[in-house]
């Protein structure tokens, strides 16, 4: 077998590392991911289960926050009905996950939607900035009202970079806990962006979802994808939801995405990943491409 074959076949079986070969650069990987189809066949809309969570939604999240601070993304830009319309465009292609957040300022634009549809056939997934405990807990009431939701499904602290962040902000995790038992939210995490954190998400007992940033060239993620992905490893073998993020590279990939898909389908760590689409069109397309990855 071609060494090139090799790579590419090896990806396909849970815990295979696509960078066995470190000599492998980023545009000889592209290539190879070009040069031959995955051995299984994937859909946007395949129903999978969040690691021991239990929750189960659609393969592919609908992001809403490209570019996203300040209450702003490259979504919000199109309006709460415009933003909704997209939502609901997803849905009717079998998509049930919103992935929303405080700082995308994204929950008005997901309520609109949310009214159109049934609340047991969706996902809702949102983050909190907040590093203290009274903060946390006025953060899962507002967040209720703007989304027009009794409970959420799932609650992460958002782009966490410290080493000891779960020490450091244990009273936010508390509180984070607490919504659990009382049925506010039905699971808990993080969203990593440092690889201190997201080793230290990786051994916490806490984290039961992460949104982790991989992609194949390393574009805007916490380390080197080799490196990532062998943390990754650990949480999945510890029954830890990973939902992917960053997975066209924050535009990196932009024209190589059909290999930045294939490479997230083929590494047998992600339960999900999030892509945010900017129009119906863009929409329709990423769905058709991971079809036919």
Not at 115 to 139: G, Q
Request: a positive charge.
């Amino acid at each position: 077998m071609h060494r090139r074959d090799f790579l590419i076949r090896s990806t396909t079986t849970l815990g295979a590392t696509w960078f066995a070969a470190k000599k492998l650069t980023s545009r000889n990987l592209l290539a190879a991911l070009a040069a031959q189809p995955l051995l299984s066949k994937f859909t946007a809309s395949d129903t999978v289960t969040l690691g021991g969570t239990g929750i189960q939604t659609s393969r592919l999240a609908m992001g809403t926050g490209t570019v996203g601070s300040g209450h702003h993304s490259n979504q919000t830009a199109l309006g709460v009905k415009g933003l909704s319309d997209l939502l609901l465009n997803g849905y009717d292609q079998g998509l049930r996950f919103f992935d929303a957040a405080d700082s995308y300022g994204s929950h008005p634009h997901v309520s609109e939607a949310l009214k159109h549809v049934s609340r047991d056939k969706v996902t809702v997934l949102t983050k909190t900035w907040a590093r203290d405990p009274a903060t946390a807990r006025a953060d899962l009431d507002r967040f209720r009202r703007e989304l027009g939701i009794d409970h959420i499904d799932i609650c992460l602290m958002h782009c966490v970079t410290e080493a000891d962040w779960t020490d450091r902000f244990k009273g936010v995790m508390d509180i984070l806990s607490e919504a659990k038992q009382k049925g506010i939210i039905r699971a808990h995490g993080c969203s990593c962006h440092s690889i201190e954190a997201l080793r230290a998400a990786a051994t916490s007992p806490w984290v039961e979802v992460d949104l982790a940033r991989i992609n194949p060239i390393g574009s805007h993620m916490d380390a080197d994808p080799q490196t990532v992905v062998s943390v990754l490893r650990e949480m999945k073998a510890a029954g830890k939801a990973v939902i992917g993020m960053k997975v066209l590279g924050q535009g990196d990939l932009r024209n190589r995405q059909d290999e930045a898909i294939k490479y997230a389908l083929s590494l047998g760590v992600l339960d999900a990943f999030t892509i945010g689409a900017e129009s119906k069109s863009e929409q329709v397309d990423l769905i058709r491409r991971i079809a036919s990855a």
